[in-house]
């Protein structure tokens, strides 16, 4: 009688694919760790009753920090966008100078809020590169979070998903640095 689940991108897909009569019941079906198949969240949603929650989210700054919810996709949809910030969660997409970008342009997702971790343990190289000043708090130890990560503002304000700027790869959820 499970109502909830989540599941990493890569899981849900096999789990569409392979057993989509598992998640026969489910409520709730919470996606995440890397870019969700929209023709998966197409094929799942033909259960009664489903909402599929596309959960993003760095390791930085918990597990979730943005969702989307939809209990159907229209055709156009071509992604699943990641959605608009939890509670106590602030985004922003910033072109390189760290301005805001108009929307529908692509910049560099940065993340700040209760739920931004302090740094990396025994690295302060790499938290002073990442963890960055937040230049539109008054909080002068506010920081941000540069996740890497190139989204782009729909006009209707959620946050899609274009890519990485650099070479990080996700391999079932996982965060690989290849260089």
């Not at 799942?44 to 930085?60: D, M, R, S």
């Not at 990442?130 to 990560?149: E, K, M, W």
Request: hydrophobic share 35%; proline share 7%; with cysteine.
């Amino acid at each position: 009688k499970v109502t909830t689940v989540w599941l990493t991108a890569g899981l849900f897909t096999l789990m569409v694919d392979h057993h989509k009569e598992y998640l026969a019941g489910v409520r709730q079906l919470l996606v995440g760790g890397d870019v969700v198949s929209v023709p998966h969240v197409r094929k799942a949603l033909e259960l009664e009753g489903l909402t599929i929650i596309n959960g993003y989210g760095p390791t930085e700054n918990t597990t979730f920090t943005c969702c989307h919810p939809v209990t159907e996709l229209p055709e156009t949809i071509s992604s699943f966008p990641i959605g608009r910030p939890i509670k106590n969660t602030t985004v922003y997409v910033l072109d390189s100078k760290m301005q805001p970008v108009p929307i529908g342009v692509t910049g560099e997702l940065y993340i700040g809020g209760d739920g931004l971790a302090t740094g990396y343990l025994n690295r302060p190289d790499l938290t002073e590169e990442r963890f960055v000043p937040n230049p539109f708090s008054i909080d002068p130890q506010a920081r941000l979070y540069r996740t890497g990560d190139l989204v782009r503002y729909l006009p209707d304000g959620l946050i899609e998903f274009i890519g990485r700027i650099d070479n990080q790869v996700k391999v079932r959820g996982f965060r690989i640095e290849l260089s």
